[in-house]
């Protein structure tokens, strides 16, 4: 008896399953463009990555994964859900549990998978049925603001170390950084 209940335990508390979906997406697809990593105390504005999608795209089963420079450790998050990206668009993955508690600059909330702060200087790898499309490294995320990658988005650019900046910039006045919009140039 003890035996059935720790089964039904179990499985009551199991993640969803892995999308069985494969996005049709290539090497240099999307773009990772900007990181919002943990602000000041009482900060309510969460921590985000945003994607720039070149082709249309779902990006359900589009996995994001975390590693420590060093490569000792990592997590990863997993679109379990349709969010449909246009060409020429950006999507925003946030730390939010659902979609009910996320706010309106988040497409898509990993939570459910990503469930601690984003690591201090890391290697952000977007991957699709197990192959990289694109790549980010940091070495600190700021205080205030976003890293961001200045420019064009592509996949080229967000390699070098100097298209990267702090992007402090307003959207109305809610939130340092530009979720779901171009950012602006580094200077």
Known sequence: MRLALALVVLVGCARD?????????????????EIRGPQSAGD?????IELYSVNAIDLK??????????GCCE???????SVPVGAGQYATLGLFPDDDSKPAYIDYGMAGDYNVSF??????????????IDRAVYDSLPKMGTYSLGGAPS?????LPASWCTNAAMTGTDY???????NPECP
């Open 44 to 48: 309510t504005l969460g921590v985000w």
């Open 176 to 182: 340092p950084g530009t979720p779901q919009q171009a």
């Open 75 to 81: 997590t990863d998050g997993l679109v379990r859900r």
């Open 119 to 132: 690591l201090a200087a890391a290697a952000i790898d977007v991957e699709a049925c197990g192959v990289r």
């Open 61 to 70: 089963g589009i996995k994001v994964r975390f590693r420590k420079k060093d």
């Open 17 to 33: 399953p892995a999308p069985a979906e494969c996005p049709d997406v290539a090497v240099g697809d999307l773009v990772v463009t």
């Open 155 to 159: 996949a080229d650019n967000n390699d």
